[in-house]
T-cell receptor, first 114, second 112 residues
Framework: DAGVIQSPRHEVTEMGQEVTLRCKPI?????LFWYRQTMMRGLELLIY????????DSGMPEDRFSAKMPNASFSTLKIQPSEPRDSAVYFC????????????FGPGTRLTVL | GDSVTQMEGPVTLSEEAFLTINCTYT??????LFWYVQYPGEGLQLLLK?????DKGSNKGFEATYRKETTSFHLEKGSVQVSDSAVYFC???????????FGSGTQLTVLP
């Protein structure tokens, strides 16, 4: 079984550019989570979805960040415009509601904004 | 709000040494508790979990016991291996919430 798939694995961009990160959750999972990991702030939950509907986006840092889940097998996290302080590793995770909170993480996207 | 406090790292041990990584929590109600592990260049993986007081989670030689009286969930392993080198995260989920609250992570390095 394929795990959570994220693309790209690495992204280097210049300040002001739009960045789109992609995630394919595990088939059959009804929850999807986006996290950001930095040395300074650790692992932060940005937003999560249930059955493709955003449930809690209180962790999204500002309006430059947006996330969508158009269907059960795909989600995007977009940053527009990007800034150097957005440099981090972004993880997507998915879980099945019936299995108490066991989240399966993707390999992450390492974003560098110059 | 909910929070998780982990012992500061990094932790460096010799192979076959005993490992303890401390974790304490603050939460409303009766949370579920988890340990996740992150190997270099990878995402987090669930290592073990406990869902009620006095439960012991175990996996791959690691153990942690849910102690409600001390609000703790310390991770232990009797004999670490070089392959255990990773970052370990304690986490909780309280009530009906699906999201996890993570600690800051503890870097473990095991030397041969």
């Amino acid at each position: 079984d394929a795990g959570v798939i994220q693309s790209p694995r690495h992204e280097v961009t210049e300040m002001g550019q739009e960045v789109t990160l992609r995630c394919k959750p595990i088939s059959g999972h009804d929850y999807l989570f986006w996290y950001r990991q930095t040395m300074m702030r650790g692992l932060e939950l940005l937003i999560y979805f249930n059955n493709n509907v955003p449930i809690d986006d209180s962790g999204m840092p500002e309006d430059r960040f947006s996330a969508k889940m158009p269907n059960a097998s795909f989600s995007t996290l977009k940053i527009q415009p990007s800034e150097p302080r957005d440099s981090a590793v972004y993880f997507c995770a998915s879980s099945q509601g019936a299995r108490l909170n066991e989240q399966f993480f993707g390999p992450g996207t390492r974003l560098t904004v110059l | 709000g909910d929070s998780v406090t982990q012992m500061e790292g990094p932790v460096t041990l010799s192979e076959e040494a005993f490992l303890t990584i401390n974790c304490t929590y603050t939460a409303t109600g009766y949370p579920s508790l988890f340990w996740y592990v992150q190997y270099p260049g990878e995402g987090l993986q669930l290592l073990l979990k406990a869902t009620k007081a006095d439960d012991k989670g175990s996996n791959k030689g690691f153990e942690a016991t849910y102690r409600k009286e001390t609000t703790s969930f310390h991770l232990e392993k009797g004999s670490v291996q070089v392959s255990d080198s990773a970052v370990y995260f304690c986490a909780l989920s309280s009530g009906s919430a699906r999201q996890l609250t993570f600690g800051s992570g503890t870097q473990l390095t095991v030397l041969p």
